[in-house]
């Protein structure tokens, strides 16, 4: 299997502009994770989804962040509009199934610089 | 609030030394506990992860144990190599159905050849 696959890699923007984030999980996984990191807040979780449907959304920072999951093959990350503050590497993670045995597995991450 | 802190926050040893990471948690209802490793521009890998039933896991020269009523996990690195360097992450869920991960801040490590 390819892993989790994150696209772009990189993406600098104006503040202002639109970014989506994409993610493709490992096939058969059912649950997906959104993930930030900072330097000054390190990983935190955003928002995750289970069978495509998104369940805790509570690490969303603003309005301006949205995901959605349109099928299990495929999530997208929006920010709208994009400040500076929103700089940062964001990750998708996803897993296979619920339990104590069950470990997430991340992506390469995207580095959003917002200039 | 579960809050998770790895010490120390960097750490540079001679090739062939074992090392230790410490990682404690203040909320011991944890469902499990995952170390991972992370190198500079890239995503994390799963080293190990060890239930809340479980005292520890091993895979190859990389040993993690868990004390959950102290709130305390190690990674023990054995016989370590240029390569290991890596900032290493360690990661409790929240004890509820989701596994939900709250992360520590990271060991950066430097094994110096």
Known sequence: DAGVIQSPRHEVTEMGQEVTLRCKPISGHDYLFWYRQTMMRGLELLIYFNNNVPIDDSGMPEDRFSAKMPNASFSTLKIQPSEPRDSAVYFCASRNGQGASYEQYFGPGTRLTVT | ?113
């Open chain 2, 1 to 113: 609030k579960q809050e998770v802190t790895q010490i120390p926050a960097a750490l540079s040893v001679p090739e062939g030394e074992n090392l230790v990471l410490n990682c404690s948690f203040t909320d011991s209802a944890i469902y499990n506990l995952q170390w991972f490793r992370q190198d500079p521009g890239k995503g994390l890998t799963s080293l190990l992860l060890i239930q809340s039933s479980q005292r520890e896991q091993t895979s190859g020269r990389l040993n993690a144990s868990l004390d959950k009523s102290s709130g305390r996990s190690t990674l023990y690195i054995a016989a370590s190599q240029p390569g290991d360097s890596a900032t290493y992450l360690c990661a409790v869920s929240d004890g509820g159905a989701t596994n939900k991960l709250i992360f520590g801040t990271g060991t950066l490590l430097a094994v110096q050849p």
